[in-house]
Nanobody, 118 residues
Framework: QVQLVESGGGLVQAGGSLRLSCAASGGTFSRYAMGWFRQAPGKEREFVAAISWSTIFTYYSDSVKGRFTISRTNAKNTVYLQMNSLKPEDTAVYYC???????????WGQGTQVTVLS
């Protein structure tokens, strides 16, 4: 059983930056694809970014491409989401996910709130 704990959320002005972290435990982190999702009030959870276990492949939603960067440090069992040029529409709860492959998400964190002020 893999446990995921997100951190790094907070309040930021539009145009600012935040870096989210997700620490994993209870499994072989280096074997999992990792992803970030978000859910805004009244909306469904949506995909943000994902990275393969090898770090070779990364994927982004069109809405964050060029502004967000996903990365991972397998030695620290941690995946990151660097968010730059934040917009008010990026306001959401951000969730970390893990799975055996991209698009196969078996484990989820509890989420961390990101609020971008206009």
């Amino acid at each position: 059983q893999v446990q995921l704990v997100e951190s790094g959320g907070g309040l930021v002005q539009a145009g600012g930056s935040l870096r989210l972290s997700c620490a994993a435990s209870g499994g072989t982190f280096s074997r999992y694809a990792m992803g970030w999702f978000r859910q805004a009030p009244g909306k469904e959870r949506e995909f943000v970014a994902a990275i393969s276990w090898s770090t070779i492949f990364t994927y982004y939603s069109d809405s964050v491409k060029g502004r967000f960067t996903i990365s991972r440090t397998n030695a620290k069992n941690t995946v990151y989401l660097q968010m730059n040029s934040l917009k008010p529409e990026d306001t959401a709860v951000y969730y970390c996910a893990a799975g055996p492959a991209i698009k196969t998400w078996d484990y989820w964190g509890q989420g961390t709130q990101v609020t971008v002020l206009s």
